[in-house]
């Protein structure tokens, strides 16, 4: 009997063995491992602030002939020049980009703010002239001109377009699927027109005004490297260690 019940147990542990499957989970393909979910990006309260300046005298910017298109030359009392290097009063600058470049955690992902970020095309201008969004966030491009023009992104990360808004009150939207900084944008019709779009896969990022100043906010605390880039001046980095809760300066200087 004794015998008989142990044949009975190594019976059912062969059973048992047999039965394991070495099948991978339902959907994933034989030899593959699960891929980590994604690290939900952090956010907090220390804030990064600062001005962007220029000292020395601005370059001129060329000015703009637009006898073709009469309908935006009225919309100018004088000749309409290039907005390439906009500076104040004490030199302070405009349409700079400034953005977190390091110092987030490694793998953190952020979703798409829901909001589009909007470029006008008016004047025969585009407004603005320098912006940032996230990875997958809209941007809309709209036409407040009654004439043709003919947007192209001309990106490398990203995948070009071109498209044409022949009529004032036209909307498009398009997405970038990758971090570049920047994509120029331009306009086939009109040779003078130039934007640039950040693009980013966190929300930590700004531009400038008219008084050259940003704010970048709800940063963990950490230790960042901070870029501010301009079209014609060039890059320029430094490094910022914020304390959550704590507001933090980071101001830039441009020299000609």
């Known amino acids: 009997m004794r015998a008989q019940s142990a044949l009975a147990v190594t019976a059912a542990a062969l059973i048992l063995a047999c039965g394991k499957s070495d099948r991978p989970p339902s959907g994933q393909a034989p030899g593959a491992t699960e891929t980590p ?21 601005a370059p001129a910017n060329p000015a703009i002939d637009m006898a073709e298109e009469p309908k935006c030359k009225a919309r100018y009392t004088a000749t309409p020049t290039q907005p390439i290097v906009v500076a104040g009063a004490n030199g302070v600058l405009a349409n700079v980009f400034v953005y977190v470049k390091a110092g987030l955690p490694e793998g953190a992902t952020y979703p798409p703010a829901a909001s589009p970020v909007t470029i006008d095309q008016s004047g025969c201008l585009y407004r603005p002239r320098v912006m940032g969004l996230m990875v997958g966030q809209t941007l809309a491009i709209t036409n ?28 498009t939207n398009r997405t970038f699927s990758a971090t570049e900084v920047v994509v120029p944008l331009e306009c086939s019709v009109h040779g003078w027109m130039h934007a640039w779009v950040g693009v980013l896969p966190h929300p930590f990022f700004a531009t400038t005004g008219a008084d050259g100043a940003f704010t970048i906010a709800n940063l963990p605390a950490g230790t960042y490297t901070v870029e501010v880039w301009h079209e014609a001046l060039g890059s320029q980095t430094t490094t910022v260690t914020v304390q959550d809760d704590e507001t933090k300066a980071a101001d830039f200087t441009y020299r000609r």
């Open 37 to 57: 979910a994604a690290v939900p990006g952090p956010t907090g309260r220390a804030t990064v602030r600062g001005t962007v300046r220029l000292t020395g005298a």
């Open 144 to 171: 407040s001109d009654s004439l043709l023009h003919n947007i192209k992104a001309l990106g490398k990360a990203n995948r070009p377009f071109n498209i044409s808004q022949p009529a004032a009150g036209m909307t």
